[in-house]
């Protein structure tokens, strides 16, 4: 995602001079902590196109400060290798030539340690000039502190699927604390707010381009699952024959799942006596949690699984209008290097885990807000350049960093793809 | 597109059997019609895997009666031939296996006779029973009819896509009759709606199921371009570099037009001299007329065009809204087996060509209606199978059966695809 | 083959005209009889990127007549139509560009009736000026005669990979006369030649510029089969766990078999029970005829099977060193349009089916004999060119014209192709 | 090469065991100084799937002494690691199953570390029991000394093709002492032998499988260039327009170029100004040597170059021929971790730069020699698995390890490949 949504903040915070640096300084940091147990190998792997190499995530978020701050906005810079742009740009045309994506797996020079400095020396310039800025570069270091953890997790992302090719099944990290497991009670129903709504970013507050304008949107009576679907769930829909019921699918979900053999979310491994009994996660290979949320879902089985139990998944309207109640910083996110794992639904009543855990696939296209306009510039190559084909996911995971997401937050994934923590939450028409 | 809205009827016409019976012989005979000039060769030919032979889609509409009325309805039965159901089934999973779509231009045999006798047989069948119908089954006659229309436009743009192959630049058809060119009054906008609206169908006539339910949406203050871009205008674009300038594309659409070294719409050609003066259609290789809207653009171009206008492209919602009011058989549509051709917009005010000329690409996400639920059964392998990557076109085109359409029609097709008669119609935020 | 071996003669028939008169109208007539019972689409469609549509063939035989006698040798000559060179140049690089190779069979225009006119025009030319051609040019009709042999071969063996593909299992052709069939003896060896052997082509008769020159070669004390493998022999093969024992293929050739799910020859078709018990052919689906030779087998497959039956494919020099002594014209080949089918051997002692049956595949790469030069031109776009990764093939099939091989013709094929008439005579060290 | 040419020697040196120990000693250390410059990360990645990691090669290598000698012939052996097998058998099928080639570069773990680990405990238990050996297995631990030079020379190879990828153009080594270059004289032709000729291992020194056995073949009269063809020859080639002459081409070289945009020998760079000035080697970017030999051309290439310049490639017979009374051991090879190089030809009379310097491409296709059988078990998934459409290479290069080859010495490859030390030297008949 985050290499995506490099983009214009349409309102940064005006957050004092100190408080951005002591920002700055936490995400920096967490970045080299998620970094800490990798070899130079584990930092320089792809394991697909989709995916980069950690080291590249490392370099590619210096590049960005060390680009639309120093460069652009700090006399004098001097860049701490000319070739690097080349090799760190993600996908800024304006900011020319750059490595062909699936080959950044091929750097296997400079190495993590020359990253590591590279990061060292942009941070001390960053540190030694940011009392100065004015609030407009100060706006630009903000953004890319946000950029930076929309790159942490992609990181993580990216690192399980690099190790899921392992036959070793590496441990990326410690396993989670996690609460003593409850059985989470029958998935209930909470209504939501027909007739008209206003949904999108207004205000102070950071956010990206796409999440505005606030606008009015129409609501038809509904109701949303007060909870995620579980694994437990999953393997029923698995023992109903869903992934063998061709009119539970779309289409191309049906055309997808054949050509590539698909019987179970990514990660998913079958035990000697065949059965679906483990997943790989960044600590290694585990038995399934039937209690915790499915994760690593693809929209196409997202929806076939809410056909197969008599329901849909929420529009992204329905579940901002819903989200907006709740405190986006209260459930399980990433707080440290630990091994990422959503956990299962603490008990009680109304809406539970809409924030963190897993991104819930939405029923929504990722298309423009009525009114949108991308910011002008290379820095402005805006999410809207990747308006066709995705669907929006809303609420963050659990490998997103606390405090990175908000209700109106957008991401989006092309249908297919699964290695993100994407999970289900249903809706239906009242 | 009809391989796709091959779906139940939501609601059926209680027309008198008269009407229906009428109806069948006009819709079975046109389609004959359009393959009277046909080799054998021509109808037997597949220039791509979305397009289908000319005899594939003549034995296919058969088949869908054969099957949907005589197998099923009408007692003691005799099959045609029983191995045309493996040739001759479009895409439905109920229905059992069939034959690899692109590999339908293999069937050298059955020969283009052997299909129009099968047509016969089909036809005097369905003419014997159909007096003695019952209202139910009489709703699958008219949704075979539905159905027929959509094959015969994909008919005559496979066709198209096929002939456009041959270095020979054959002709299919005759030309249109063309009323004297008038060059296009400046495009105007026409304020549309705002604030709640109704859209969808409801009432007796008939409408695929994806066009329901008819549900209340809202609107921005809006306007539509009075008129359709023309080639003239397409050609403004293309010498500003439209073709060329990344920032104007969305990303998969610039790596679309980068692989496939896209530079103008489908079948412009070059003269000798260099100059994108020409485009090939149903009446062969001719000069672009400039005053008629431009065709066979895919959505990305059309966005692209948008964008570069400083406009956008307008929602299904804006459209429909808009269109309510108009009459949707009153357009250039197909009447006849001529060469279907868009014409340039007639002088006046308001709205014009808003049915037929070209489908008009909206910014809408093909996705189900609030409420929407499929039928059930073979026939209701329903358009929402389709509903994910797909972006929702509106209005007709020059080669739509005229009456096929209604305001509330949601044909739907991938952003990169172009071999039907698809243009654009700009609209902006006010 | 014959798309290859269009090259210029070693050496040409002194025959006088009277006789290359005669030859002409009776090459150019077998092509028209086996185009007989084909439709135009039959005639029209291409069924892989490896063969092409009847009509190409037919076409492309009559432009090689047209460019390389008429056009450059008779003054004045008008083409036929001056846009056939683009559509029916197999790939002369020095006649400029042509349609690719795999959209032959989108040209539905010109139909079957035209090409039969071109035909007819050429022909009529040809006959008009044959009289007087000086001997150089007289070698060139005798070059086109032997061209159109090979194209002959092809026709049968696309037009049954085309049919293959058909549900219907058309029939081509009727079934061709068989001797009552005799279980063959079990297979003998017949000791060849050791020491010094010459093999190549001199003299005075036709042949392709890569049958020469002549040449001393050495050969080991070897033999050879006396008949060739049986269908029966393939079975047992094949009940042994041939196609699922990796040690017996070559790395590329396992590798092929698995990446194509390959389990038997081509067109062997299980039946209802689940044996291989039919294969297709040009008279449509038959019983596999236990005694006759197998066909269709790829290099691949034939060099497995000779593993396993523990001896190797010969050589080409061993095989010609054996042929040199036989009637090349003796053997089951094509005379009249029937479907070409191998036979079962005959009774008796000594080297039997060397001519006609099925090409023999050699172990022996295609690559250039000692002091080969191609000829100067466009028609000497020398079978040299094809020089590289392929194996020769020796004694012409079933489906060749009787008298266009001789005991020093190669022909080559790729080691995965089997959609020709090929076969397996087993040798051995002695 | 050692990718494919790990067989069963015909015949293994009687040598005591105390010069096997000697040799084993070397021939592990080597390895090990090669790898020493490289970093983890360098050592994981795999730029191709023709190439393996560096870690790859120092492992693999490691499980041929582990399987075949200790797990096979002595008692009790521990494996070190289990899972080992599954990650570093190359293609052995009877081996059981392994990671897909094109994975290997995912394997961040084990780390560089850990497989010098597992060499070192190898390495002291073959030490242990050498002394003990029986003539059988000390012949394989002959055999693995082989099998690990042959990937010594693919390690290089392959590094080299993974640092081209790398836009920081990193040096591998450092460069190797170079004569003070000398203007090489023009190319003389010096006679071969002609008639009978005998070529093929046998005796009683080491050899692979496939170069025996000795056998009798004929060479007609020709003569060998009595040097390489060199950069500034093909410098001419290029500048006559060698890459864009149709004529000079196999048909599957000039697909091979047209499809993979070839203008140049592989690793050749246009400078600034656009001339094909500088090339990538192991040690970096430089100046092209115009005196040295070519490197890194394929098989087309090399046969393209030989008919622009009148002239063919040998045959290998031709070669080894001729080879058999210089001394193999004399050339330029690889003795130390420095960027191995071609040299310019040493002045004189004769053939030189036999051995040594480039691989030389032969027209021979790599087939078996008569009478050949491949070894059973294993170890003996011999050469021979890899004989069809391959061609034979001579000599050796430098970067292959100082006695490593022998005159009857094959190496094999694709005609496209041109990752290894590949030149050219011309033959012509007489």
């Not at 989709?50 to 060390?66: I, N, Y």
């Not at 289409?251 to 009994?277: F, K």
């Not at 290694?284 to 809410?306: K, M, N, Q, T, W």
């Not at 190559?381 to 990175?404: D, I, W």
Request: net charge negative; proline share 7%.
């Amino acid at each position: 995602m985050s290499v995506r949504h490099d983009a214009m903040a349409r309102s940064a915070e005006t957050a004092p001079h100190a408080a951005a640096a002591r920002r700055f300084a936490r995400v920096r940091k967490l970045s080299l902590d998620l970094a800490a147990p990798l070899s130079d190998a584990d930092a320089t792997a792809q394991s697909m196109p989709d995916a980069s190499p950690s080291k590249w995530h490392l370099a590619h978020t210096t590049w960005f400060f060390e680009t639309f701050v120093l460069r652009d906005h700090v006399p004098n810079h001097r860049s701490f290798d000319g070739r690097f742009a080349f090799l760190f740009n993600s996908y800024y045309e304006a900011e020319g030539a750059r490595i062909a994506r699936p080959r950044r797996g091929l750097l296997t020079r400079p190495s993590l340690d020359e990253v590591r400095a590279y990061r060292a020396a942009v941070d001390a310039e960053i540190e030694r000039v940011l009392p100065d800025l004015p609030p407009a570069t100060l706006a630009l270091v903000e953004l890319g502190c946000h950029h930076e953890e929309q790159h942490q997790e992609l990181l993580l992302t990216d690192l399980l699927h690099l190790f899921a090719q392992n036959p070793l099944t590496p441990a990326a990290y410690a396993p989670a604390a996690r609460p003593p497991g409850a059985v989470p009670e029958p998935l209930r129903w909470v209504e939501g707010r027909a007739g008209t709504a206003e949904i999108g970013h207004s205000g102070d507050g950071f956010a990206f381009d796409c999440e505005g304008p606030r606008h009015v949107t129409w609501l038809q009576p509904h109701a949303l699952a007060d909870r995620l679907i579980t694994n437990g769930e999953w393997r029923d829909f698995m023992a109903d024959g869903g992934y063998g019921t061709a009119s539970l699918w779309l289409a191309d979900g049906w055309a997808w799942l054949r050509e590539n053999g698909i019987e179970a979310p990514a990660y998913w491994r079958r035990d000697a006596a065949g059965a679906w009994s483990q997943h790989f996660g960044l600590d290694g290979l585990r038995e399934i949690d039937l209690s915790a949320p499915v994760r690593h879902v693809s929209y196409y089985e997202a929806d076939a699984f809410a056909r197969w139990a008599g329901a849909r998944l929420p529009t992204e309207a329905e579940w901002e209008s819903a989200a907006a109640r709740l405190d986006p910083a209260s459930g399980n996110f990433l707080d440290a290097p630990v091994a990422a794992c959503p956990l299962p639904a603490r008990g009680g009543d109304g809406l539970r885990q809409m924030f963190g855990d897993v991104w819930e696939w939405t029923g929504s296209a990722y298309l423009a807000y009525p009114g949108f306009r991308p910011a002008a510039g290379a820095i402005g190559e805006y999410n809207g350049k990747f308006m066709s084909g995705q669907f929006v996911l809303r609420g963050g995971s659990c490998a997103t960093p606390r405090g990175h997401v908000r209700a109106s937050y957008r991401n989006f994934f092309y249908p297919h793809q699964r290695w993100q923590f994407t999970g289900v939450r249903l809706a239906k028409d009242l």
